[in-house]
């Protein structure tokens, strides 16, 4: 099955089919005899010279049956798409003279419920009724002998098949996406085929089809299974693998979404299953797996084989441990849920089609080992925003890249991101689903986090993951963190430089306190949470920038940064809203206050602010003035305490509705004689 694809040609069978129905030749046209006038047959004459094929028809309505000559001479073949797409058509009747059905002759007929087929036919092509949604029934004639590749696939509303017994010869995915067959037989004295199980197996031991409800027969019968022979199948919820299978084909399980359980017997000796996956021994290559799959990662798999995860439309994420080398393709194709994938560190080929179709795909990290990318690889993943090479510019620049690898792909940014540092350790998250470093054997220098670990995300640093690393210069925290543990860089007292990523939402407790040598510190608007004593003993911090999504800024969090001189914020509102758990949570504290990098002196709160909370500006000491709107209610403790340049409030209230305003203890102490402004009068500091 390698390149022979043509189960994308069916799923996929929006991009490839003409406009209207059937195909238009300049070839004899007639009339057909059919419920609707307006159906018109177009006929082409055979090489031979001495028979007619039918290659196309325009407005195909109702039932419409085919003649059995045209010219007087016969009719013997229906041709590759002659009735695609042909919607409206409910029935067709193939008469006697016709031998062959060919390739796609009625795919996408979704309306189709009826088909006779004439005595006469002895081939059915490739995918020729694919995708006939509406058809519940077939009957194949006793004359046929060959049908060929996905013939019956997708027909979703069939419920049962008989094989004939003149069949000599089945190609794969005969029945793919056919969930409603319960029932698979083989007429009697069939020479070549055989039904056990409701499967369909030759006489040399290879299964080529199944249902939602086969079983494989495990009587030592069945040495072989086909390529796609489960794909497709909704309601299959398990599968066992017999010990007497010793090949199994490509995408035998692809979108299978109701599959929960893979189980080999224990007997076979060459494949095993191993956290819903089906895998071939030898060559460690992953041939199937379900929705709920876990890779190994204890090296036992390093292929991800042909189709496996094909169509998957339940899977939205996986991790690919660093054991995988290669990924063949296809292998993702059409999995329309898939949002995000880390290509493991050894792969160094991304192959053709692998996420082709992956429309939801939001995220790819690509290892800087790939050095190419070929055709069509993201085809069509149009939702693809951020694509994150782990590596260098130039790096990516050398990667080759088919011209036409990021076809149809969403508009994606391109990101680097520096290989991380050996002897960072790293434990599973119990989400299953991500990883947090922890304290490893790095003791200093400057230290990169990697965004991915064994194909899952880094989402967070661990308590006392660095903690007295005092020879930690710099440390490089990836887009994928979104917590820093308590601790995490206490005590790291020659740390310099660290860039908290816009993606960390939590910093805990003493997170960086006794990090001396830090100067700055930029804290991103998708921070909600400062721990206690975070920053504590900075002693070196003169400058820090505060997000504007802060909710809570913890106990000491900034005590004893005596060096600190500038706040810089670009909300007043949002500032106001920082629950400070007491003066020393503040920043503010013996520093100056810029608002968009303006140095303020004239503080203006915001209309609509109702209340300015604890200690929310305390030790502004080049504050002169501050205007309060009338919506504010509340004056938190300490909210103004040791401003000792103030010496003017405008409230743009009455004097009884400043007077009803609550106001904290202290919330002025400390200030210099400051006179309120109200509409309809002043009030002196008391």
Not at 76 to 82: H, K, L, N, Q, S
Not at 441 to 450: P, R, S
């Amino acid at each position: 099955m390698k390149k022979t694809v043509l189960t994308l040609l069916v799923l996929l069978l929006a991009c490839l089919l003409l406009a209207g129905c059937g195909k238009r030749q300049s070839n004899d046209q007639v009339q057909a005899q059919a419920e609707s006038p307006a159906t018109v047959l177009t006929f082409t004459l055979n090489e031979d010279g001495d028979s007619y094929a039918v290659t196309g028809v325009s407005h195909a309505k109702g039932t419409v049956e085919i003649p059995s000559s045209y010219k007087d001479l016969p009719v013997t073949e229906i041709g590759d798409g002659a009735f695609v797409n042909c919607t409206n058509m409910t029935g067709v009747t193939i008469p006697d003279s016709v031998t062959k059905i060919g390739v796609e002759a009625f795919v996408n007929c979704t309306g189709l419920t009826s088909v006779t087929i004439g005595n006469g036919v002895v081939l059915i092509a490739d995918a020729a009724f694919a995708n006939c949604t509406g058809l519940t029934s077939i009957t194949i004639p006793s004359s046929v002998t060959a049908i060929y590749t996905e013939a019956f696939a997708w027909c979703t509303s069939l419920t049962s098949i008989t094989i004939p017994s003149g069949v000599t010869d089945i190609g794969f995915g005969l029945l793919v996406g056919c969930s409603n067959i319960t029932s698979i037989t083989v007429e009697a004295g069939n020479r070549y085929y055989r039904a056990a199980g409701n499967c369909l197996i030759d006489m040399t031991g290879r299964l080529i089809a199944g249902c939602k409800n086969s079983v494989i027969p495990n009587d030592g019968s069945v040495q072989h299974i086909h390529h796609e022979a489960f794909g497709g199948l909704s309601g299959l919820t398990s599968i066992v693998i017999p010990a007497s299978v010793t090949e199994i084909g490509d995408g035998i399980l692809f979108g299978c979404p109701d599959l929960a359980n893979i189980a080999v017997a224990a007997e076979n000796e060459h494949y095993h299953a191993a956290g819903n996956c089906l895998i071939e021994t030898e060559s460690k290559t992953l041939k199937a797996a379900c929705n709920n799959a876990v890779i190994p990662d204890d090296g036992s798999v390093t292929c991800i084989g042909y189709f496996t995860f094909f169509h998957s439309e339940h899977l939205t994420t996986i991790a690919i441990p660093d054991s995988v080398t290669k990924i063949c393709e296809d292998a993702f194709a059409d999995s329309t849920n898939l949002t995000s994938i880390i290509l493991p560190k050894g792969l160094t080929k991304i192959e053709g089609h692998v996420f082709a179709g992956c429309t939801r795909l939001a995220s790819v990290t690509i290892p800087s080992s790939v050095v190419s990318i070929d055709n069509q690889a993201f085809y069509d993943c149009e939702s693809l925003a951020k694509i994150v090479f782990v590596g260098t510019p130039e790096q990516w620049e050398a990667v080759e890249k088919h011209e036409n690898w990021d076809e149809q792909c969403g508009a994606y940014i391109l990101r680097f991101e520096k290989e991380g540092t050996e002897g960072l350790a790293y434990t599973l998250n119990e989400d299953g689903a991500s990883y947090t470093v922890k304290k490893g054997t790095v003791t200093g220098g400057d230290v990169t986090i990697a965004s991915s670990y064994n194909g899952l995300p880094v989402t967070a640093i661990g308590g006392l993951a660095f903690y007295n690393c005092i020879n930690l210069t710099s440390i490089d925290i990836p887009d994928s963190v979104t917590s820093i543990g308590g601790e995490a860089f206490n005590s790291c007292d020659r740390l310099t430089n660290v860039t908290i990523p816009d993606g960390v939402t939590s910093i805990g407790v003493a997170a960086f306190r006794n990090c001396r040598n830090l100067t700055n510190i930029v804290i991103p608007d998708s921070v909600t949470s400062i721990g206690s004593s975070a920053f504590e003993s900075c002693t070196g911090l003169t400058s820090v920038t505060i997000g504007n999504g802060v909710k809570s800024i913890g106990q000491d969090a900034f005590a004893g940064c005596y060096s600190l001189r500038a706040v810089y914020i670009t909300d007043i509102a949002a500032w106001c809203g920082i629950s400070f758990d007491d003066i020393y949570a503040n920043p503010l504290r013996n520093a100056s206050l810029y608002l968009n990098n303006n140095l303020v002196t004239e503080l203006v709160i915001p209309d609509g602010v109702t209340s300015i909370g604890s200690s929310a500006f305390p030790g502004c000491t080049g504050l002169t003035s501050i205007t309060i709107p009338g919506s504010v209610t509340s004056i938190g403790a300490d909210a103004f305490a040791t401003c000792d340049s103030l010496t003017r409030i405008t409230f743009k209230g009455t004097m009884a509705k400043w007077n009803a305003v609550e106001k904290g203890s202290d919330w002025d102490y400390d200030t210099d004689a400051y006179t309120v402004y109200c509409t309809d009068g002043n009030i002196a500091k008391q």
